[in-house]
């Protein structure tokens, strides 16, 4: 089965107007840290470069809102993106590198596209490889999110079930 090794945002919300990399291992990856310091942006970062459609799981009203708003002192960015880097050494995606790359990404004016390995390609192309890979961008069971885990603690044992 493959894995993330590596989410590479730029421009993100509010890791500001450079490229920021979070390398992750195999396995079950959890994301913690002090409230506000950009848990949740880096899982709707994820969401975002997996393609999905509905921009209020990624806490956003447009696209645009995940690009860099900008402080007092940095200007804001003029393009968000994030790259996955996902593990091919099992060739689940249909090329023969060990790493496999999706991007998405939206500029300020609302342009917005995918790359695969580094070229431009479609959402339905991106749909397609991750399928292949067995990655459903919408599964609930691949990615849990804040709120969702909330719900879990509050279930019985029944419906946790
Ligand atoms: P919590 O512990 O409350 O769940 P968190 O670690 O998940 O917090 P996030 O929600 O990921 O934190 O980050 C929130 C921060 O991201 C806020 O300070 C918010 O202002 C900032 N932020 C969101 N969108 C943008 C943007 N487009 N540009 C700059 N900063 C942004
Ligand atoms: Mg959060």
Redesign the pocket.
């Known amino acids: 089965m493959t894995y993330i090794k590596r989410i590479t945002m730029s421009g993100f ?2 890791f500001g107007n450079r490229t920021v990399s979070v390398r992750l291992a195999k396995g079950f990856t959890c994301i913690v ?1 002090p ?7 880096v899982i709707d970062a994820l969401c975002f470069a997996l393609g999905r459609m509905s921009k209020k799981t990624m806490r956003a009203k447009s696209l645009t ?5 900008g402080t007092k002192t940095q200007k804001p960015a003029s393009k968000a993106e994030v790259v996955i880097t996902f593990d091919n050494k099992n060739k689940e995606f249909p090329d023969d590198s060990e790493e496999y790359n999706v991007a998405r990404w939206v500029k300020a004016k609302g342009t917005s596209g995918y790359t695969i390995q580094g070229k431009k390609s479609t959402r339905e192309q991106l749909l397609n490889v991750l399928a292949q890979a067995n990655i459903d961008p919408d599964g609930s069971n691949q990615f849990i999110l ?1 709120g969702r885990i909330v719900e879990l603690t509050h279930m019985n044992t029944g419906q946790r079930r």
């Not at 409230?35 to 942006?41: A, L, V």
């Open positions: 919300k509010s840290g409230n506000g310091n950009g848990k949740s942006n809102d995940l690009i860099f708003a804040q």
